[in-house]
């Protein structure tokens, strides 16, 4: 398959709720990356190319609700789901979902520090250290973060 990508990914599996504009339903999902202009998820149901939908990303510090356009899907055999890809109708919200998803990170690590270290660590000395660590990677797209051991 031709690499059709022109803007960096970012590697992220944190919950998303989304739901079709002109259906009143919302959907549980799993995000797989995202980028500066669209997210892409997991879902078990097909939504036709050029819906617009209505998506939700939430962590313990923020949150995101954001309307897109899909541009894309593929049925994944391996996950027995529909791999969607979205754009953001405002580009403002691309920047917002990289921070929501820096902030899942920082929480992980923040977690994984305090199991370690068995002390509690504030969240500004966190996330001081994650950006010292992994901000420049992050920033770049290629994170090396194992969520698994955070």
Known sequence: MEERRRFVRHP???PLT???LDNDKYSLSQTT???DFGIS???EEKISDGQIIEI???STKTHL???AIVKWQIFSKQENKYRVGVMFIDRQDGFRAKMVE???HIDMYRSRKMREEKREI???EAAFEWINYYGKSFSEGNLDYNWEAA
């Open 122 to 124: 504030p969240y500004n």
């Open 33 to 35: 990356d995202l980028s």
């Open 41 to 43: 998820f997991l879902t």
């Open 102 to 104: 820096q902030i899942c």
């Open 65 to 67: 609700h954001a309307k």
């Open 18 to 20: 989304f739901k079709v």
């Open 12 to 14: 992220i599996g944190i």
């Open 56 to 58: 939700h990303l939430n």
